[in-house]
């Protein structure tokens, strides 16, 4: 974890390691099947600065609640925090055109602004966004360096933007900044992207399904926006989407979601899974109306866990704040 920022330099404590656990005799780098390991947490107080209309669901309160759940001793013990750093431009441009970066970067600079009906900006969103996008990329490169599996805790989410167009409450499209990123490195050929958010991940699906090395796996709620996401939307033969209606039993999509990752790694070992982790297909969710319980996060995560490469799961959609911290606590606890 060279370069990371000082840690503890808030006043507030976001960044503040809890207690380490002792060293486990033979965990080396490639000891993803081992049992408990640090989990690496990234975060950024810029993240929370980040704010679009009053009363709009994608709000600064996820991340602080998220922090509190996280806190607690029966969980923080197995956890370091790191403060997510920038992306840089280079790291951006792989997925947006630079003429786009610049958008966001000046209309945060206006003061913010309207990009999409559900999507807006203010004075710190561009931070907040630079700081979302660069917690995925280092958290790559540091499981691929063996570190260990990441959660980032961040916003703006990403899942819904595309090459050119924020969209669903997301500017920069996180995790396809990630999986360029581990792409970029002479060791990684073969990524997969597992999203349960509730939502399908449209931006992500447009921007990798010409890219055989990307595998694109989405469980959503259909109909719901965006509207995409059919079956038959397969890419290059590389995206796999699981549309389904609301209201069936929470096993049923877990069941359809693993089947579907199944398929898309018969034959294709994945050397890095990447993970779009809303938490919004999670019953009572406001926004949708899937009816997952915290334990079925468990359920995927040791799944996807058993592929034996690393795991990053970046903060989309969740918004129902119990709902949120009892599913990000999960699926931590189960990546550790
Ligand atoms: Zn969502």
């Given amino acids: 974890m060279e370069n990371d920022e000082p ?29 408990a390991m640090t989990v690496h947490v990234f975060a950024h107080e810029a993240c929370l ?11 600064p309160a996820r991340l602080t609640a998220i922090r509190e759940e996280l806190a607690d001793p029966g969980v923080a013990a197995g956890l370091v925090w790191h403060q997510a750093p ?31 009906p559900d999507t807006s900006t203010n004075s710190r969103s561009w931070a907040a966004a630079l ?12 499981a691929l360096d063996g570190e260990g599996n990441a959660f980032l805790a961040v916003r703006p989410p990403g899942h819904h933007a595309l090459a050119s167009h924020a969209m669903g409450f997301c500017l920069f499209n996180n995790v396809v900044v990630a999986a360029r990123a581990a792409l970029a490195r002479d060791d990684v ?42 079956a038959g939307e397969r890419g290059v033969g590389n995206v796999w989407n699981v549309p389904r209606p609301p209201g069936l039993a929470p096993g049923s999509y877990v069941r359809d979601l693993l089947a579907a990752v199944g398929e898309a ?31 079925h996060y468990l359920e995927l995560s040791q799944r996807l866990r058993e592929f034996g490469v690393p795991l990053v799961a970046m903060l989309e959609g969740g918004y129902d704040l119990a709902n949120l911290r009892a599913g990000v606590r999960t699926t931590v606890e189960a990546f550790g």
């Fill in 86 to 116: 920038e992306a840089s431009r280079a790291e951006l441009e792989r997925v947006h055109p630079a003429f786009y970066v610049d958008h966001i970067r000046d209309l945060s600079a206006a003061g913010g602004g309207v990009l999409d």
């Fill in 49 to 59: 600065g980040h704010e679009m209309t009053p009363g709009h669901p994608e709000r």
């Fill in 189 to 230: 050929e073969r990524v997969l992207i597992v999203d349960w958010d509730v939502h399908h991940g449209n931006g992500t699906q447009a921007l990798v399904e010409r890219d055989p090395a990307i595998r694109f796996v989405s469980l959503h709620q259909w109909p719901l926006y965006p509207g995409t996401g059919r």
């Fill in 7 to 35: 840690r503890g330099a808030n006043d507030d404590g976001w960044y503040q390691d809890p207690p380490r656990r002792a060293p486990v005799a033979g965990r080396g780098p490639l000891a993803y099947h081992a049992g």
């Fill in 265 to 295: 790694t018969s034959g294709w070992r994945p050397q890095l899974i990447l993970i779009s982790a809303g938490f919004d297909a999670m019953r009572g969710d406001p926004l949708a109306g899937f009816t997952l319980e915290a334990g």
């Fill in 131 to 142: 700081r979302a996008a660069g917690a995925g990329v280092r958290a790559v490169a540091a």
